[in-house]
């Protein structure tokens, strides 16, 4: 079993920046992936960038270029950087991990709210 807790969420004006973090527990040594969805009201949960533990990184079309992820294996932990905020970007975000077993699990969520 792995658990995740996210933080680092909150509201936001267009054009700023937030960090959200994601603390991992339990068998951690069984994570392959980690990675950040989120989910706006009435629209599908989608990617927002994942991390291999070997550091290779995917991201969103949408989002590259104003968002990093990065990820810290001795310490358990990942980051989502956030800049050039935009209303759009306003979700739920879900910090998630894959095990080389393929078994996937999910935080809590953190709200993110981008307006002026």
């Known amino acids: 079993q792995v658990q995740l807790v996210e933080s680092g969420g909150g509201l936001v004006q267009p054009g700023g920046s937030l960090r959200l973090s994601c603390a991992a527990s339990?068998?951690?040594?069984?994570?392959?992936?980690m990675g950040w969805y989120r989910q706006a009201p009435e629209k599908q949960r989608e990617l927002v960038a994942r991390?291999?533990?070997?550091?290779?990184?995917n991201y969103a079309d949408s989002v590259k270029g104003r968002f990093t992820i990065s990820r810290d294996s001795a310490k358990n932990t990942m980051s989502l950087q956030m800049n050039s905020l935009k209303p759009e970007d306003t979700a739920l975000y879900y910090c998630?991990?894959?095990?080389?077993?393929?078994?996937?699990?999910w935080g809590q969520g953190t709200q993110v709210t981008v307006s002026s």
């Open positions: 991390i291999t533990r070997g550091s290779t990184t």
């Open positions: 998630s991990a894959l095990t080389y077993a393929g078994n996937t699990y």
């Open positions: 339990g068998r951690t040594s069984s994570i392959y992936v």
